[in-house]
């Protein structure tokens, strides 16, 4: 139950992030309404596939459709409210990262797979619904820029979950602390500038 209240949750956060990017690139109510579910779900239905789970979990439970469609509703209703938090889309981004990280980590783990593969199961949950989202957007996908820490962070909360694990903590409590790793370091990264090394550096240099 806690497991998929934190689920519920991503779902929220993700079509949050969507319906914003969409309505900032002026798309009409229903390219607003799809961009919101394929962030939402996009991750989780790529998850599924690879494991094998068919049909994918919102296909089969419609409280996922539901959640969307009223996060949607609401976000296009109160855009004002959010949008005068300049970073609203950063922080619910974040905390959809940070949610969906545990969750599909937590898949992994049900499926009876190894932790490496677990922890790329929650990137994969995490990132891949902001890959879609972004694409359709016409945008270069966040989990691909060299200014941004997006897949590090999930894999540095997957790391925090498996090492948890290994202390007499409740399970409840890692999750918590592995999602809240996830958000912590996405948004640090972000304020303080932090980034990956960039390859290309010199590529300009060299081309002049």
């Known amino acids: 139950m806690f497991l998929q209240t934190l ?24 390219g607003v309404l799809i961009i919101a579910f394929v962030t939402a779900v996009g991750g989780g239905t790529l998850r ?3 494991i094998g789970v068919t049909p994918v979990t919102w296909m089969t439970n419609m409280t996922y459709v539901y959640v969307i469609f009223a996060a949607t509703v609401f976000t296009v209703i109160f855009k004002q409210k959010i949008n005068y ?44 619904g902001g890959v879609i989202r972004d694409i359709l957007s016409n945008e270069i996908p966040v989990i691909f820029r060299t200014k941004e820490i997006y897949a590090t962070a999930c894999i540095l909360g997957g ?9 007499p903590i409740d399970d409840n409590v890692v999750f918590m602390i592995a999602g809240a790793v996830v958000i912590s370091v996405r948004l640090i990264a972000v304020k303080f500038k932090i980034s990956l090394p960039n390859l290309y550096k010199n590529e300009h240099n060299k081309t002049v």
């Open 7 to 30: 689920d519920i949750l991503g779902t929220i956060a993700f079509a949050i992030s969507g319906v914003s990017v969409a309505m900032n690139k002026k798309m009409d109510p229903f």
């Open 48 to 50: 599924d596939v690879l």
């Open 85 to 128: 938090l300049r970073t609203s889309l950063l922080l619910f981004d974040s905390i959809g990262i940070g949610l969906y990280t545990v969750v599909g980590i937590e898949k992994g783990l049900s499926a009876g797979l190894h932790p490496f593969i677990c922890i790329s199961l929650g990137t994969i949950t995490a990132c891949f």
């Open 159 to 167: 790391i925090t979950y498996f090492l948890l694990r290994q202390l």
